[in-house]
Antibody
Framework: EMQLVESGGGLAQPGGSLRLSCAASGFIFSSHWMHWVRQAPGKGLVWVTRIDYDGSTTRYADSVKGRFTISRDNAKNTLFLQMSSLRAEDTAVYYC??????????WGQGTTVTVSS | QSALTQPASVSGSPGQSITISCTGTSSDVGAYNYVSWYQQHPGKVPKFMIYEVSNRPSGVPDRFSGSKSGNTASLTISGLQAEDEADYYCSSFASGSTWVFGGGTKVTVL
Protein backbone atom coordinates (compact mmCIF):
# COMPACT_ATOMS: atom_id res chain seq x y z
CA GLU A 1 0.00 0.00 0.00
CA MET A 2 1.34 3.42 -0.94
CA GLN A 3 1.68 5.64 2.11
CA LEU A 4 2.93 9.09 3.01
CA VAL A 5 3.43 10.17 6.63
CA GLU A 6 4.20 13.78 7.47
CA SER A 7 5.83 15.00 10.65
CA GLY A 8 7.50 18.10 12.03
CA GLY A 9 4.55 20.41 12.39
CA GLY A 10 3.98 22.51 15.47
CA LEU A 11 4.00 26.03 16.84
CA ALA A 12 6.47 28.55 15.45
CA GLN A 13 6.93 32.25 16.13
CA PRO A 14 6.57 34.81 13.34
CA GLY A 15 9.93 35.04 11.61
CA GLY A 16 10.86 31.58 12.83
CA SER A 17 11.65 28.34 11.05
CA LEU A 18 10.28 24.83 10.90
CA ARG A 19 11.24 21.71 8.94
CA LEU A 20 8.60 19.26 7.79
CA SER A 21 9.32 15.68 6.76
CA CYS A 22 7.30 13.20 4.72
CA ALA A 23 8.20 9.51 4.84
CA ALA A 24 7.15 7.51 1.80
CA SER A 25 6.53 3.77 1.50
CA GLY A 26 4.85 1.30 -0.83
CA PHE A 27 6.13 2.80 -4.08
CA ILE A 28 9.40 3.66 -5.79
CA PHE A 29 9.92 7.08 -4.25
CA SER A 30 12.75 8.09 -6.58
CA SER A 31 10.53 7.64 -9.65
CA HIS A 32 7.98 10.28 -8.75
CA TRP A 33 7.68 14.01 -8.45
CA MET A 34 6.50 15.14 -5.04
CA HIS A 35 4.44 18.13 -3.89
CA TRP A 36 3.54 20.05 -0.77
CA VAL A 37 0.00 21.41 -0.59
CA ARG A 38 -1.41 23.41 2.32
CA GLN A 39 -4.85 24.19 3.68
CA ALA A 40 -5.44 27.06 6.08
CA PRO A 41 -8.18 26.54 8.70
CA GLY A 42 -11.57 26.56 6.99
CA LYS A 43 -10.03 27.41 3.62
CA GLY A 44 -9.23 25.62 0.37
CA LEU A 45 -6.25 23.70 -0.93
CA VAL A 46 -3.25 25.72 -2.08
CA TRP A 47 -0.30 24.29 -3.99
CA VAL A 48 3.00 25.24 -2.34
CA THR A 49 5.90 23.56 -4.12
CA ARG A 50 7.05 20.50 -6.07
CA ILE A 51 10.31 18.67 -6.71
CA ASP A 52 11.27 16.36 -9.53
CA TYR A 53 12.69 12.83 -9.29
CA ASP A 54 16.22 13.59 -8.22
CA GLY A 55 15.75 17.04 -6.73
CA SER A 56 17.36 18.86 -9.63
CA THR A 57 14.26 20.92 -10.42
CA THR A 58 11.97 22.67 -7.97
CA ARG A 59 9.09 25.12 -8.34
CA TYR A 60 7.36 27.33 -5.77
CA ALA A 61 4.19 29.32 -5.36
CA ASP A 62 4.91 33.04 -5.34
CA SER A 63 3.67 33.27 -1.75
CA VAL A 64 6.53 31.11 -0.42
CA LYS A 65 9.30 31.74 -2.94
CA GLY A 66 12.53 32.67 -1.21
CA ARG A 67 11.26 31.50 2.19
CA PHE A 68 10.54 27.79 1.71
CA THR A 69 12.84 25.11 0.30
CA ILE A 70 11.75 21.67 -0.84
CA SER A 71 14.24 18.82 -0.93
CA ARG A 72 14.33 15.04 -0.90
CA ASP A 73 16.53 12.14 0.21
CA ASN A 74 15.82 9.26 -2.16
CA ALA A 75 18.05 6.91 -0.16
CA LYS A 76 15.75 7.43 2.84
CA ASN A 77 12.49 7.78 0.87
CA THR A 78 11.87 11.11 2.55
CA LEU A 79 10.65 14.50 1.38
CA PHE A 80 11.36 17.72 3.26
CA LEU A 81 10.04 21.25 3.45
CA GLN A 82 12.26 23.81 5.14
CA MET A 83 10.18 26.83 6.09
CA SER A 84 11.75 30.07 7.24
CA SER A 85 10.65 33.67 7.81
CA LEU A 86 7.30 32.23 8.80
CA ARG A 87 4.22 34.44 8.79
CA ALA A 88 0.81 34.11 10.40
CA GLU A 89 -0.65 33.40 6.97
CA ASP A 90 1.51 30.26 6.71
CA THR A 91 -0.67 28.67 9.40
CA ALA A 92 -2.19 25.59 7.77
CA VAL A 93 -2.28 21.84 7.51
CA TYR A 94 0.58 20.84 5.22
CA TYR A 95 0.11 17.77 3.04
CA CYS A 96 2.76 16.00 1.04
CA UNK A 97 1.51 14.34 -2.13
CA UNK A 98 2.88 12.08 -4.80
CA UNK A 99 2.19 13.21 -8.33
CA UNK A 100 3.19 14.39 -11.76
CA UNK A 101 1.63 16.33 -14.59
CA UNK A 102 -1.51 14.23 -14.12
CA UNK A 103 -2.19 15.45 -10.61
CA UNK A 104 -1.63 14.30 -7.03
CA UNK A 105 -2.75 10.73 -6.51
CA UNK A 106 -1.49 9.85 -3.04
CA TRP A 107 -1.74 12.19 -0.04
CA GLY A 108 -0.41 12.05 3.48
CA GLN A 109 -2.60 12.70 6.51
CA GLY A 110 -1.12 16.19 6.94
CA THR A 111 0.81 17.96 9.66
CA THR A 112 -0.38 21.18 11.31
CA VAL A 113 1.77 24.30 11.36
CA THR A 114 0.71 27.22 13.55
CA VAL A 115 2.57 30.52 13.36
CA SER A 116 1.80 32.70 16.34
CA SER A 117 3.54 34.65 19.05
CA GLN B 1 -0.71 32.18 -9.91
CA SER B 2 -4.34 33.14 -9.37
CA ALA B 3 -6.68 30.47 -8.07
CA LEU B 4 -9.06 28.80 -10.49
CA THR B 5 -12.67 29.93 -10.12
CA GLN B 6 -15.26 27.47 -8.79
CA PRO B 7 -18.80 28.11 -7.52
CA ALA B 8 -18.89 28.20 -3.74
CA SER B 9 -21.72 25.70 -3.55
CA VAL B 10 -23.80 23.34 -5.65
CA SER B 11 -26.70 21.22 -4.48
CA GLY B 12 -28.89 18.48 -5.82
CA SER B 13 -31.31 15.77 -4.78
CA PRO B 14 -30.37 12.10 -4.62
CA GLY B 15 -30.32 10.60 -8.10
CA GLN B 16 -29.92 13.94 -9.85
CA SER B 17 -26.89 15.13 -11.79
CA ILE B 18 -24.85 18.16 -10.87
CA THR B 19 -21.98 19.89 -12.58
CA ILE B 20 -19.18 21.90 -10.98
CA SER B 21 -17.32 24.38 -13.18
CA CYS B 22 -13.67 25.34 -12.87
CA THR B 23 -12.58 28.40 -14.82
CA GLY B 24 -8.97 29.28 -15.43
CA THR B 25 -6.99 31.02 -18.11
CA SER B 26 -5.02 30.31 -21.26
CA SER B 27 -1.99 29.80 -19.00
CA ASP B 28 -3.43 26.87 -17.07
CA VAL B 29 -6.74 25.10 -17.83
CA GLY B 30 -6.83 26.31 -21.42
CA ALA B 31 -3.22 25.43 -22.13
CA TYR B 32 -2.90 21.90 -20.78
CA ASN B 33 -4.97 18.74 -20.49
CA TYR B 34 -3.69 18.31 -16.94
CA VAL B 35 -6.81 19.15 -14.98
CA SER B 36 -7.50 17.02 -11.91
CA TRP B 37 -10.29 16.90 -9.33
CA TYR B 38 -10.25 16.07 -5.62
CA GLN B 39 -12.97 15.20 -3.12
CA GLN B 40 -12.55 16.14 0.52
CA HIS B 41 -14.93 15.16 3.29
CA PRO B 42 -14.80 17.28 6.47
CA GLY B 43 -11.68 16.60 8.48
CA LYS B 44 -10.39 14.11 5.91
CA VAL B 45 -7.56 13.94 3.41
CA PRO B 46 -8.26 14.96 -0.20
CA LYS B 47 -9.03 12.06 -2.54
CA PHE B 48 -7.88 11.94 -6.18
CA MET B 49 -11.03 11.63 -8.34
CA ILE B 50 -10.20 12.67 -11.92
CA TYR B 51 -6.92 13.20 -13.78
CA GLU B 52 -5.98 14.54 -17.20
CA VAL B 53 -9.41 16.18 -17.56
CA SER B 54 -11.54 13.06 -17.84
CA ASN B 55 -9.77 9.95 -16.57
CA ARG B 56 -10.87 8.13 -13.42
CA PRO B 57 -8.35 6.38 -11.16
CA SER B 58 -9.13 2.83 -10.21
CA GLY B 59 -11.87 2.65 -7.59
CA VAL B 60 -13.61 5.93 -8.43
CA PRO B 61 -17.26 5.30 -9.37
CA ASP B 62 -18.16 5.95 -13.01
CA ARG B 63 -20.85 8.42 -11.94
CA PHE B 64 -17.98 10.91 -11.68
CA SER B 65 -16.91 12.34 -15.02
CA GLY B 66 -14.79 15.25 -16.21
CA SER B 67 -14.60 17.41 -19.30
CA LYS B 68 -13.05 20.62 -20.56
CA SER B 69 -13.91 23.34 -23.04
CA GLY B 70 -11.53 26.22 -23.57
CA ASN B 71 -10.51 27.69 -20.22
CA THR B 72 -13.25 25.91 -18.27
CA ALA B 73 -13.18 22.38 -16.89
CA SER B 74 -16.18 20.62 -15.38
CA LEU B 75 -16.88 17.78 -12.99
CA THR B 76 -20.24 16.05 -13.32
CA ILE B 77 -21.67 13.75 -10.68
CA SER B 78 -24.50 11.64 -12.07
CA GLY B 79 -26.91 9.76 -9.86
CA LEU B 80 -26.00 11.88 -6.83
CA GLN B 81 -25.66 9.92 -3.60
CA ALA B 82 -25.57 11.00 0.05
CA GLU B 83 -21.90 10.05 0.37
CA ASP B 84 -21.04 12.50 -2.42
CA GLU B 85 -21.66 15.40 -0.06
CA ALA B 86 -18.20 16.93 0.32
CA ASP B 87 -15.94 19.70 -0.89
CA TYR B 88 -14.55 19.38 -4.41
CA TYR B 89 -11.43 21.05 -5.75
CA CYS B 90 -10.11 21.33 -9.27
CA SER B 91 -6.43 21.75 -10.05
CA SER B 92 -4.43 22.44 -13.18
CA PHE B 93 -0.84 22.34 -14.28
CA ALA B 94 0.13 25.88 -15.18
CA SER B 95 2.79 27.88 -16.96
CA GLY B 96 6.13 27.95 -15.21
CA SER B 97 5.65 24.30 -14.33
CA THR B 98 3.53 25.19 -11.32
CA TRP B 99 0.10 24.03 -10.19
CA VAL B 100 -2.98 25.93 -9.17
CA PHE B 101 -6.11 24.85 -7.28
CA GLY B 102 -9.62 26.18 -7.41
CA GLY B 103 -11.22 27.71 -4.35
CA GLY B 104 -13.39 24.67 -3.78
CA THR B 105 -17.09 23.86 -4.15
CA LYS B 106 -19.28 22.53 -1.36
CA VAL B 107 -21.68 19.91 -2.70
CA THR B 108 -24.86 19.44 -0.68
CA VAL B 109 -27.20 16.51 -1.20
CA LEU B 110 -30.69 17.74 -0.40
Amino acid sequence: EMQLVESGGGLAQPGGSLRLSCAASGFIFSSHWMHWVRQAPGKGLVWVTRIDYDGSTTRYADSVKGRFTISRDNAKNTLFLQMSSLRAEDTAVYYCAKGGFYGMDVWGQGTTVTVSS
Amino acid sequence: QSALTQPASVSGSPGQSITISCTGTSSDVGAYNYVSWYQQHPGKVPKFMIYEVSNRPSGVPDRFSGSKSGNTASLTISGLQAEDEADYYCSSFASGSTWVFGGGTKVTVL
